[in-house]
Each structure stands twice: as structure tokens, then as C-alpha cells.
């Protein structure tokens, strides 16, 4: 298959849950081969000997149609035998790990330990599963969210699932990033023009930092002429799901569409909000849509999706801010 | 507890399925802590970087009681949802790995790549599965049972599993025997006297062999001053089950009693052979009893043992040759 010219391709940065509705609605709506996600890998951790890629394996289950709708993560109809088996054997039982999901990760130690790279990796799985899409790693070196709180430096998993986001954070920080590289399968997207870069509504601070804090890929991502919009996680002063909103509030960020603009400024070229934070866009000195962003159904995951390509279609025919449509 | 006089001590050879039917006979004739078991690790394999132990896991699991009585390996109830998920994700997909059994596999490598020895995994994981008896891998080291056919020279799963030993046999090696040690565990056991030492009715070439293949380990059974009785895995001129009979003709050896015991001439004191092979006691240099040594009922379990106990016992007390009783 010839690829599709590179101007029609559509890169979009994603972490677990929250972006990827809307990387199934991009994948929808797009032709498949165009577009490409930059999956978050600061969540990735070893447990049990295992190379466990939550964010990874969320969007391959969701663009596979395999992911558990209700739970949030890990597979539809899974089974827990092996958790029953461990409980009998073994401690340290706080991470589930279901019977299905388990072929992903023991293939993928498999396979790093070979010395073959997660990108590759995550290539081939996609590929196995029928995912036309590339997914891609935000990079294939170690990069390791530590979250401080009140109760010290924390691996990420452990403050998101052992404790689950309880103790107070004060700041988080990307262990490895700054020396972590840009692979040449990102490069070789990001070196020519692009249709448009989205930046999914997933937690800024927890799934999307990690992916900018690739010193190599913010750059290249800040140099692309293609248009980027972040879709806010924001909706109605509330996110969604997960500790975004109770994160914010820790950390002394409003929980406002202002400040996820603020948050992203100098990257984004506009910001998609949710109608019901519409009072919020005088404040946001960006050129601003603003639609039903909760995605409750497929259709809302294409129709998300259609909005927020039209949106940087229409920023690409007319680069000069102060653009504002109501959706 | 105050562990019993070495004196009281059993201690019996033995791999796979037919071995771990008399050692579970044994472990519920003894008092639980009296019984230490020697286990063949020559099958051991890496598959899909899991660490897997096939000889230990049936002993452990049949003492535990969560061996499937029917399959002859893994555990009972089991079910198979990482293999289908496998499928979708691998080829390689020829050895079965159960969903419960993977919670071995997945901490036995876990422990092994952290610099524990097999020997403490395989106490650690007896012990929380409730098992007072002493499991034993053969050595620490690596030991791999390499099964030469006329399809050239195979790793014994992909022999015995994948290929369903099919290939006639033309020898069998036991790769990194040589230079294997004795571990402290074991020879701690095997300093001290012992009441008994049992080969259990494992097949000869495939189980007990590479146990016999570490240096130190038969010299000090040799050394010992316990009577060592083999039980005969031929039944009627037949191996019970497994490639016992398959093997021994392919390798020009007569599927009789009279081979089993040359086989372990000058390490055995005695025999115990079926009965309906009691024609062929004539042919052996050796005391011998006959019994019913098919193993149905865990009340043939337990009677087998008792009659090899007893035999034992009787060859201590009188410790010469051609002492013959039939059961």
C-alpha cells in the first residue's frame, strides 16, 4: 500500500483513557493510514518482571476494539485467574493484571529484553490486532513519571493505583526525559508537513507533559507548520474522569479552559472547549472553539473528532488568531 | 517446629507426572516434614522469556492438591484466556500456559532475575501453597535435558511438546550437567543419614537421568548409607504413560524390568517391580518385590509407598543381597 501524502496525515498526542475516545473517533473518521498517535510512556512501569505500557496498550485495545468500555483500561470481557492464582503465591497483589491483557505484556518483556524496541514493538502488536494507525511511543527510552506528594516521591503507578491519587501532589517531574530521544519512526512523521496536530483531552500534567518534556519532540512538534489544538479536559469546571480536577486544585491551578490554554501556551495554535465552559473564553487569548466535548458514545467520538479537525483546517486556511466559531 | 531426626528422613527422586503420584503416595504416608524430594529440572525452559519448571510445578502442584488428576500437567480447573489472547498476538503458541500456572511462571522469573535461586522460589512457593515437604530442584544451575533424533538434536520441550516425540530417539544428553553443583540445600539433607532413598517411577532416561547427571548428587547417593529402591516404571512390558516404552526401543533397549534395573546398576539396593512382571524377577541381580504398582487412586499412592517404605526398611535391616519378598 502506497502511504497517503504526508500533508494529509494527523498527528495526535495521547495518554490513557480521556484521549483515547477521541484517537478512536480521529481513527474513524480519518482515513486509517492518516493518522498517527504519540502515545504517552511516563506511566510505563516493570512489575512482577513484566513491561507494563498502560497508555499504550489503552489506545491498541480501544483502536482494536478490544477495550473494557466501562472500566476504563484493560480488555472487554477479561477474566482474573491469574490475579486468583498470584493472591495464593505472592504479596504484592495491588496491580491487576488480567488473564488476556497478560499475552501483551509478557510478549512485550519478551521482546525488549530481546534487545527489540517498544516502538517496534507496539508496531507489530497494532499491526497483529488489524490497527491501521500508527501507534507510536512518545520515545523508546526509559522516561518515568514521579509524582511528589505529601507522602514523598512516588513512581507514578503507585500513586495512581496503589493509592489512588490520595496523598496531596506537590509537583510531578519526567525522571529520564531530558536526555530520552526523539525515535526515527516520531522523526520521520514529524519531518514533513502535517494536516494537523491535536492534542487529545487527557490529563496535561499526568499524560501529556510527559510526551512535550521529549526535549527533541516539543521542538519538533513547536516547528511543524501544521496547526495544534488541545482539546480540553475540562468540562463544565470539572474533568471528566480521573485526578486532573483534584491534581489542579493541589498544585493551585484553577480548574479552568483558561488554564489549560495557559498550560499549553506557545504550543497551540487554539483550544477546543466544552460549550458549557463557553464564559471561560474571553480569557483564553487564542482562537477557541467551543462544542459538547463529553464522549459518551461513538458518534460523540467522531463528531469530537470532525469538530476538531475542522477546527484546524479552518486555523490552517486562515493563520491569524483571534479566529473564534461557536460549535 | 523442631525439624525430625535426619534418620526419619526420606528422600525420593522424581520428575513429572508418574513421579509425583508416588511422591504424593509418600508424602501422605510420612509424617509431612520427613520427605525430601529431588526434582528433575533437565526440562526446565525459558519460553517467551517465562522461566518455566514442568517437573517442579507437578510435584508442587500434586502436593498441594491443585494438579489436574486427568491432563497429567498443570493445574486443575484451569482455563486459557492469555493463550487465546496469544493467538492473536504471536505465533509461537505451542506450549500451553495456563492462567494460573502463569503466576508460577511469572514469579519463578521475576525471582530468578533478581539473583534468587530456584531452590528458594520453589521453597518460598511450597510453602505458601501449605506444602511441609522439602521440594527440591536437582542443582541451581542449568541443566538442559537435549533429546538428539533423527531430526537432529532438540531441546526436550520442543521434543516432548511440540513434536510430540514423534522422532525416534537416538541419544540423550544432559547439556551443563558436567559441571553443576550440588546445592547447600541439598547437601545438607544428604550429609546426614537418611532412612530411605526412593527413585520414583519416573521415566529413567528423561527424569531420573539428568538428576544422576550432576556429579555430586550421585556420588553422594552412592555414598549414602540408606537403601536406595527404584520402583519400575513398566508395567506388563509397557511404560504406564509418557514415551518411556516409546523411547527405550528406539534407543534398542528391552522394555522389561531386567533393563530398568541395569539401568541404575550400582546405584540401586533393590527394586520393586509390578506384578504382572514377575516373570522377569529371575533376570534381576538384585532384591526385588512385585506389587500392584499402577497408580489410580490416591489409595494406590499411598499403598505403593508404603510398600516401597517397607521394602526399604527391610533392606536396612538386612543388608544383604538377595533379600526377595513378593507383595
Request: charged share 20%; hydrophobic share 45%.
Amino acid at each position: 500500500m502506497i502511504a497517503a501524502p504526508r500533508s494529509e496525515q494527523v498527528l495526535a498526542l495521547c495518554g490513557g483513557v480521556g484521549g483515547a475516545k477521541l484517537a478512536l473517533g480521529l481513527y474513524r473518521v480519518l482515513d486509517r493510514d492518516r493518522l498517527t498517535l504519540v502515545v504517552n510512556t511516563g506511566d510505563d512501569f516493570e512489575h512482577m518482571g513484566l513491561n507494563v505500557s498502560p497508555d499504550i496498550d489503552t489506545v491498541v485495545y480501544t483502536l482494536a476494539g478490544l477495550a473494557d468500555p466501562e472500566r476504563g483500561w484493560g480488555r472487554a470481557g477479561e477474566s482474573w485467574h491469574f490475579m486468583g492464582a498470584l493472591r495464593d503465591l505472592a504479596e504484592d497483589t495491588w496491580f491487576n493484571l488480567g488473564d488476556c491483557d497478560l499475552a501483551m505484556h509478557v510478549l512485550r518483556t519478551e521482546w525488549l529484553r530481546c534487545g527489540g524496541s517498544l516502538t517496534a514493538f507496539t508496531a507489530r502488536a497494532a499491526g497483529k490486532l488489524g490497527i491501521a494507525a500508527r501507534v507510536l511511543p512518545m520515545t523508546d527510552d526509559s522516561v518515568r513519571t514521579i509524582v511528589a506528594t505529601e507522602e514523598g516521591e512516588l513512581p507514578f503507578q503507585h500513586y495512581f493505583v496503589r493509592l489512588r491519587c490520595e496523598p496531596p501532589v506537590r509537583s510531578i517531574r519526567f525522571q529520564g526525559a531530558e536526555t530520552s530521544r526523539l525515535t526515527p519512526e516520531l522523526l520521520d512523521v514529524l519531518a514533513r508537513p502535517l494536516r494537523a496536530i491535536v492534542i487529545c483531552p487527557s490529563n496535561p500534567f499526568l499524560s501529556v507533559d510527559p510526551i512535550l518534556a521529549v526535549p527533541e519532540l516539543r521542538a519538533a512538534l513547536v516547528n511543524q507548520s501544521a496547526p495544534v489544538v488541545a482539546v480540553s479536559p475540562i468540562i463544565g469546571g470539572q474533568a471528566v474522569k480521573g485526578p486532573t480536577a483534584k491534581m489542579m486544585s493541589e498544585l493551585g491551578i484553577a480548574v479552568t479552559t483558561h488554564s489549560i490554554a495557559a498550560h499549553y501556551e506557545g504550543l497551540i495554535d487554539g483550544l477546543l472547549i466544552d460549550s458549557t465552559d463557553i464564559a471561560d473564553r474571553a480569557s483564553v487569548d487564542l482562537p477557541v472553539i467551543a462544542t459538547n466535548t463529553l464522549m459518551r458514545s461513538l458518534a460523540d467520538r467522531e463528531r469530537v473528532a470532525h469538530d476538531v479537525l475542522g477546527f484546524c483546517d479552518t486555523l490552517a486556511q486562515s493563520p491569524v488568531s483571534g479566529l473564534a466559531g461557536a460549535g
